[in-house]
């Protein structure tokens, strides 16, 4: 019983990566909130390239037809990196702006797959943005993370060099240190947190 005590209180008190807590709104009826994000790249004020961002929310009636977008964009609305969950479908995407394409901005899906549960009327739910560094983000949808792929990267430690597993690198035309605004959008029913 101890044991299981203290394992609860290092998870408990073990300090994490995001430093401040920009918005905290409840929303009744919203279909689309917009976060405007001030210093994003800047690492003297966040004392870290990592940021998280969420948006919890409950379904309110037939949840089968609801759509969820959500997306972290420049200041003059460029896509960075996106998610849309397909309820009805029980299929989730990322999209991002193709860096290819240097004359134009582009967005294309980057990473598709079916969602681990149904989307239910009562339930609540929630999308997180995970960002590690500017190429290297990535999505969770009721804790379903939406990027399967991973690779590997060197890492010098001393004298030696050895490799890590790693989210994939997000190819996209902007960096998450980009970022003005997250936004999400949605034709859900209910309460978004």
């Not at 149904?118 to 990535?138: A, N």
């Not at 590997?152 to 030696?160: I, L, N, V």
Request: charged content about 25%; overall charge positive.
């Amino acid at each position: 019983m101890m044991l299981e005590l203290l394992l609860v209180l290092v998870v408990c008190f073990t300090p994490t990566t995001g430093i401040h807590c920009e918005a905290d709104e409840i929303l009744k009826d919203v279909q689309s909130y917009s976060v405007d994000i001030e210093n994003a790249g800047d690492v003297d004020y966040w004392r870290t390239a990592q940021n998280n961002f969420q948006i919890f929310g409950k379904f309110d009636g037939d949840a089968s037809k609801t759509q969820i977008k959500a997306g972290y964009y420049t200041a003059d609305q460029k896509l960075i990196f996106g998610v849309t969950i397909d309820c009805g479908k029980k299929k989730w995407s990322t999209q991002v702006t193709d860096p290819e394409n240097k004359d134009k901005d582009h967005v294309k899906n980057s990473l598709s797959g079916d969602l681990a549960g149904e989307c239910k009327s009562g339930e609540i739910f929630d999308i997180w943005l995970k960002i590690h560094q500017p190429k290297m983000m990535s999505w969770i949808f009721n804790g379903q993370g939406l990027q399967f792929k991973t690779r590997k990267t060197p890492f010098r430690h001393g004298q030696t060099t050895i490799y890590r597993e790693r989210p994939l690198e997000i190819l996209t035309k902007y960096g998450s240190n980009k970022a003005k605004i997250f936004q999400g959008k949605g034709n859900w029913s209910g309460q978004v947190y």
